[in-house]
Every structure is written in C-alpha cells, then in structure tokens.
C-alpha cells in the first residue's frame, strides 16, 4: 500500500507541472538545411565572453523546430546580465559537412559527432558563420519564433 501511495504521488508530482519552457522555435527559411547553435551575450563585455545555451542542432530546409529548456528562458536572460542577447549563429551544413569530407569523416563515422564540434569551433573563430541577436523584449514581440533567412542574419564578426 505505501508502494502504491508513493507512486500515486510521485505521478502527481511529475505530471502537474511541466519544467520545460519550449516556445522558442527556429524556422529555416532557406532551401539549404543549416546547422545553428544558441550562446548568451552581453552587449557589456566581460571576461568570460559568451557562455552556450545549446549544442549544435540541425534544421531542414523550411523546417521549423522547437528548443526547449528545463527552466524559463527569462531566467536564462536574467542570469546573463546585464543587458543580455541571446545570439543565434548559424552556417550551412553543406560547410561544415564539406570540410569534415575533406578529413576523410563521413556522416555514418563515430567521429562524425565528436569533430563536428571541433570544426564548428574553428569555423566560428574563423568568422565562417551568420548570426543574428535578439533581446528578451524582441522575442516576446516575436512570439519566440525564430526565422533563419540569409537577409536577416549578419555575416559573423567578433565582438
């Protein structure tokens, strides 16, 4: 009986709240699937730089995904300020895939995943990349809806 009463309230426990927070949505609108990746950053530089929300996530062409976390994305701005953005960066995945090829990694190869971090780094020192900021007010004016389009998002520069 203590068993099913712990279960019992367990359940209630986990499925009354739901912890993510998974409005924000990225929608390719281009016909080239694009990798992209999600850092916070403070228009007032300090010294420890850009600090990464996400991994490297694909999108399809014309696709739209969701990018969820386990808390609210106000904490998150909230937690990186002072005038915190959240910076999208992305690039083609024909790049990235073009220069894994060259090193002689296939999609299907178990270092695949583990160089993709790597040449993305490099890539992104190098300035090879897109991005575009956004404010905490300018995603809630946006409805958290993202929009990838070559005209939108600037070439990379360093700041």
């Not at 004016?141 to 929009?147: A, N």
Request: proline letters at 3%; one cysteine or more; glycine letters at 4%.
């Amino acid at each position: 009986m203590k068993k099913v009463l712990f279960y019992l309230v367990l359940f209630s426990v986990f499925s009354s709240c739901d912890p993510a927070d998974n409005r924000l949505k990225v929608k390719n609108g281009t016909s080239d699937s694009i990798l992209f990746r999600l850092r916070f950053q403070n228009e007032i530089r300090d010294n420890k730089g850009p600090y990464q929300r996400s991994g490297i996530r694909s999108i399809l062409p014309y696709e739209t995904i969701e990018v969820g976390i386990f808390n609210q994305w106000e904490g998150e701005f909230e937690r990186a300020k002072p005038d915190t953005l959240l910076l999208v960066i992305a690039m083609k995945k024909s790049e990235l895939d073009s220069i894994l090829l060259k090193r002689g990694i296939y999609n299907n190869s178990v270092e695949f995943d583990s160089m993709q971090d790597i040449i993305w780094d490099s890539l992104y020192k190098a300035q090879h990349y897109k991005y575009h900021e956004y404010s905490l007010q300018e995603l809630n004016e946006l409805d958290w809806q993202i929009t990838y389009t070559n005209e939108r998002f600037k070439e990379g520069k360093k700041r």
